[in-house]
């Protein structure tokens, strides 16, 4: 487990940008005590100092996971954010949509988003906006990327896609052998 380099600081900080914006801050030093982020084995981990320090003591081999893991580094080096982001990303997001209740059970498969099961979408989204995806009863399932502006979302068919699938709550059920 090592602190990530500059480069990959400024990656991973780029994505979490795209949907929590300014807030970053706010997610390392919150008012409970200061937080980082740790590289272990292409993963990207958050995690407290104090909990840092504990996990000094565990041999490397025997460290499965010192944190939550926010995301993983591909072998291209781009960074994939992960859906157990999403408890952390969710209360920064700047910007959010809202689907339907019968549309939600098909975004928790791994669909996109389309018109026919918009609820409400934040103003003033822009096109490739991250954005964060919640139940019309306020409970965020995952996160993707507005395929349309707020204003193109109002003109389009029902049956365009609105929001691109990044990741889904659905995934701790199809990938909990992966996930970690």
Not at 51 to 64: E, G, I, M, N, Q
Not at 65 to 78: E, L, M, R, V
Not at 104 to 115: R, T
Request: glycine share 8%.
């Amino acid at each position: 487990m090592r602190p990530l380099t500059e480069a990959e600081t400024r990656v991973v900080f780029e994505k979490l940008g795209k949907y929590i914006g300014e807030n970053i801050q706010l997610l390392v030093d919150r008012p409970d005590g200061t937080y980082c982020f740790r590289l272990h084995r292409d993963r990207v981990y958050y995690l407290s100092e104090k909990l840092l320090k504990l996990a000094a003591s565990v041999p490397r081999d025997s460290l499965v996971a010192p944190g939550t893991c926010f995301g993983k580094f591909t072998k291209s080096q781009k960074f994939r954010l992960s859906v157990t982001a999403l408890d952390f990303l969710a209360p920064y997001a700047k910007y959010k949509v809202w689907v339907k209740p019968g549309s939600e059970q098909s975004f928790l498969y791994g669909n996109h988003v389309l018109k026919s099961g918009l609820g409400r979408i934040t103003e003033n989204t822009a096109q490739y906006q991250g954005v964060v995806v919640y139940s019309m009863a306020d409970v965020p399932l995952g996160f993707g990327v507005a395929a349309k502006s707020t204003q193109e979302c109002r003109k389009v068919d029902p049956l365009a896609i609105v929001v691109f699938h990044q990741a889904d709550v659905g995934e701790y059920v199809r990938n909990e052998d992966t996930l970690t």
